[in-house]
């Protein structure tokens, strides 16, 4: 049984940093890609950024380029997605997910499992 557990959100200023974790368990990793999504009041679920966890290739959404970094460990088996310059628009449920499809996806129902999201909130 796969099991995502998030980590590190809370409430920052404007221009602070966040750093997120998802610690993964339950399986071998290593063929894997594991996603980094945000859900709004009142909007849908949307695309933070993507990683293989064999080889490191990563993919971001436009609005969190340059800002926000995804990266993985082996040993510890977590992912982590590290967010600086944060702005109000940030602010959302953060979700950590896995499916084991070597494509590296981008929406939300091609991901098999969730973890159970953690709170940002960004002030201005």
């Known amino acids: 049984q796969v099991q995502l557990v998030e980590s590190g959100g809370g409430l920052v200023q404007a221009g602070g940093s966040l750093r997120l974790s998802c610690a993964a368990s339950g399986r071998t990793f290593s063929s894997y890609v594991m996603g980094w999504f945000r859900q709004a009041p009142g909007k849908e679920r949307e695309f933070v950024a993507v990683i293989r966890w064999s080889g490191g290739t990563t993919t971001y959404a436009d609005p969190v380029k340059g800002r926000f970094t995804i990266s993985r460990d082996n040993v510890k088996n977590t992912v982590y997605l590290q967010m600086n310059s944060l702005k109000p628009e940030d602010t959302a449920v953060y979700y950590c997910?896995?499916?084991?499809?070597?494509?590296?996806?981008?929406?939300?129902?091609?991901?098999?499992?969730w973890g159970q999201g953690t709170q940002v909130t960004v002030s201005s």
């Open positions: 997910a896995a499916t084991p499809r070597w494509v590296m996806a981008t929406t939300p129902k091609r991901y098999d499992y």
